[in-house]
């Protein structure tokens, strides 16, 4: 699992993740950052003050870039055939085959306090396509994660707040046909609340929750933003019923679409 993507390496199970969907930028299909890598890692911690200091460093299998060859067809005004015009596109990066590069990269976190932590996460890798004769073209990945839980006794219950956001940036190579930007972003913001010291049986296994997320990609390829809602209901500690309504907007080229779907999922933790 990927040492400096927090959502991938401590959230993303069924069974922990309050929602039953991946933020958009963490998507099994569709992710801007790797869930995981092969290679190899350090890591540990230490105190700081009351505090304490946790640390990860890696080095593990490059990513490579994605080019997509797109093809237009323009009338011309008189009439005639339509001429093909062949583009090039960078969709971001491949993390199934990469480049023989190596990606170097780290997170380290801060928890001032039992409950609280804000990270951050670096990758430098070279990226540069399988037989594309480029081989200058890095990719710099970044994230900032921030995730509270705490029992708020005024509350009557535990709070848990997450978000994190991530941006990929790669190499302008000022060469055609790759002569374009190339940056892609995303995250979430999300707050459950389970009331775990309510007298009521039923209302403790309860757990509603709220996310927002995002993904802006490179010019031609579609951005989308959501808002989910969910309800989970706890059988135990580790085995979960959810159910989630959520909100979504996608825009590309051709214009913005609404859309709203609904999600169920069972899971349990081993």
């Known amino acids: 699992l990927n040492p400096m993507n927090y959502y991938s390496e401590r959230i993303h199970p069924d069974w922990i993740n309050k929602l ?17 890598q092969v290679g190899m890692q350090a890591r540990g911690g230490f105190a700081v003050g009351n505090g304490r200091v946790g640390y990860a460093l890696y080095l593990s299998n490059g990513p490579s870039i994605v080019i997509e060859e797109e093809e237009e067809h323009d009338e011309s005004e008189a009439g005639g055939e339509p001429d093909d015009d062949h583009g090039i596109r960078n969709g971001g990066l491949d993390f199934d085959d990469n480049s023989g590069d190596i990606a170097v990269g780290g997170r380290i976190g801060f928890s001032p306090v039992p409950g609280f932590e804000i990270g951050y996460g670096v990758e430098f890798a070279q990226v540069a396509a399988s037989g594309s004769g480029f081989r200058d073209i890095d990719a710099l990945t970044q994230s900032v994660d921030i995730n509270y839980i ?9 709070v848990d707040a997450r978000a994190q956001v991530l941006w990929v940036d790669i190499d302008n190579p000022d060469m ?95």
Request: proline share 6%.
């Open 20 to 36: 039953p969907d991946a933020p958009l930028p963490f998507g099994h299909d569709d992710s801007i950052i790797a869930g995981t």
């Open 150 to 158: 705490r029992n708020v006794d005024a509350l009557r219950g535990v």
């Open 176 to 270: 055609e046909p790759l002569d374009f930007e190339n940056e892609s972003s995303g995250g979430y913001v999300q707050l459950a609340y389970r009331p775990l010291n309510l007298d009521n049986e039923f209302l403790r296994k309860l757990e509603p929750v709220c996310r927002y997320d995002w993904v802006d990609l490179p010019s031609g390829f579609t951005d989308e933003q959501r808002v989910s809602f969910g309800l989970n209901y706890w059988i135990n500690s580790s085995t979960v019923l959810k159910a989630a309504i959520e909100f979504g907007e996608e825009e590309d080229e051709h214009g913005t679409e609404d859309y709203t779907g609904f999600r169920v999922q069972a899971a349990i933790g081993f």
